[in-house]
């Protein structure tokens, strides 16, 4: 976390006009993302798969979890704002398993006990989550308040939320009970692969983005680019849930 980064006469000098264009441009591509991609939808062909099938299908279910996590681009934005300042794979792996700890919880127990939340409701909080690890990076809290919050705590307690969208999902898809328990754990599974798979292509980017002088320089405006996306979703939902 860079609390500079909300100062302005502490920031490097100004980026060429390509860079400030890329910036530009990533932030118009976040805002115009899809919201059923950002938010926890599941596609129809894989709802209607979801529907029809009974019994233990380990596999089939393993691919869908892991499809879900690489495709979802709220966990992604999310996992990207928590391993944003982190170079230490020791701290990294503390992080993404706090996420995957909370996000497995809700999404098992939500859905073996049929604990469902308005997709809206909870769609706008994960939003909220995004929000709050821009701010978070870029120093916000300790500049307006005075505190830093618990990172760790934060990044539980979202995963939690996390895990209830996708179960508030499956519960609206009403996933055959015949089998539920095992088909549930290989979902699990495959959204941990799939959260490896994520990790580790956001990991590679970094690295090298690191390894630049203008990464500093450029921390600010992609925090604020993925406030802005969370933003969107929070709106989004928001609306959603009051006139649709």
């Known amino acids: 976390m860079l609390p500079s980064l909300l100062d302005g006469s502490r920031r490097a000098p100004a980026a060429p006009r390509a860079s400030r264009l890329f910036w530009i441009f990533l932030t118009l591509g976040l805002l ?11 596609a129809q062909g894989d709802k209607g798969y979801i529907q029809e099938i009974s019994g233990v299908n380990l596999i089939a279910f393993i691919y869908l979890g892991a499809k879900h996590m690489v495709t979802g681009y709220d966990h992604l934005l999310f996992l990207l704002g928590v391993i944003f300042f982190l170079y230490r794979m020791q701290h990294i792996a503390i992080y993404v398993s706090l996420f995957a700890l909370g996000h497995s919880t809700t999404m098992l127990l939500g859905v073996y006990f049929n604990v469902g939340i308005n997709s809206y409701i909870i769609d706008a909080i994960i939003g909220l989550s995004v929000v709050y ?18 990172t760790k705590a934060a990044t539980l307690v979202f995963g939690f939320f996390h895990g209830f969208g996708l179960s508030t999902k499956i519960i609206e898809y009403d996933i055959s009970p015949d089998g539920l328990i095992p088909n549930l754990l290989a979902f699990n599974v495959g959204v941990e692969i799939g959260q490896l798979i ?8 970094m690295s090298f983005w690191r390894k630049t002088d203008g990464f500093f320089r450029h921390a600010y405006t992609a925090n604020v680019a993925m406030m802005s996306a969370g933003f969107l979703l929070i709106g989004y939902q928001l609306t959603g849930y009051f006139f649709a």
């Open 133 to 150: 690890k821009a701010l978070d990076n870029l120093g916000a809290y300790q500049r307006w308040f005075g505190f830093q919050p618990n």
């Open 198 to 205: 994520a990790l580790a292509m956001i990991l590679i980017v």
């Open 32 to 42: 115009g993302l899809s919201t059923d991609v950002l938010a926890h939808a599941v």
